[in-house]
């Protein structure tokens, strides 16, 4: 990741602007990065949590992805990214542990969904050390 992402990415904990990342809120992007590799813009949900919330994880979810949805499609990343404009566009959900039998109907719907509007989802398990955050890499 590019140092600029990474300093768009984290904000100021504290500041007025700075929002708590994660499934749970699903008023911000958890991470916007490029994957230099594939050459992607990749929007990052971050879910901290093991898979144990059932039906109310899920229903989270679906409202963080509904926005990630909104944002790409409506138009919002070309906005607040012009430079990513051209480029293919990634959702990715890292997690800290593979997703259950409850939770892979819903991630295999997300990613019909991405393919049906040009846009490519992924799971990503990242085991995260404590005090880590699954949106960050290494």
Same mark, same amino acid.
């Given at each position: 990741m590019s140092e600029e992402a990474r300093d768009e990415a984290k904000g100021e904990a504290g500041s007025e602007s700075y929002e708590r990342r994660g499934v749970e809120n699903p008023r911000i992007v958890d991470l916007v990065t490029v994957d230099d590799e594939r050459g992607e813009v990749v929007l990052v949900v971050a879910e901290a949590r093991r898979w144990a919330g059932g039906r109310r994880q899920l229903e989270e979810h679906e409202e963080k992805l509904n926005a990630y949805f909104g944002?790409? #499609?409506d138009g919002h990343l070309a906005k607040?990214?012009? %430079?990513?404009?051209d480029m293919p566009v990634r959702i990715? #959900? %890292?997690?800290?542990e593979e997703p259950g039998e409850l939770e %892979?109907?819903? #991630?295999?719907?997300?990613?019909r969904f991405c393919a049906e509007n040009g846009l490519r989802f992924t799971v990503k398990v990242t085991p995260v050390p404590l005090g880590a955050a699954p949106w960050e890499d290494g």
């Open positions: 944002y790409v #499609l607040h990214y012009p %430079r990513y404009v990715e #959900l %890292r997690c800290i %892979r109907p819903f #991630l295999a719907a997300a990613a």
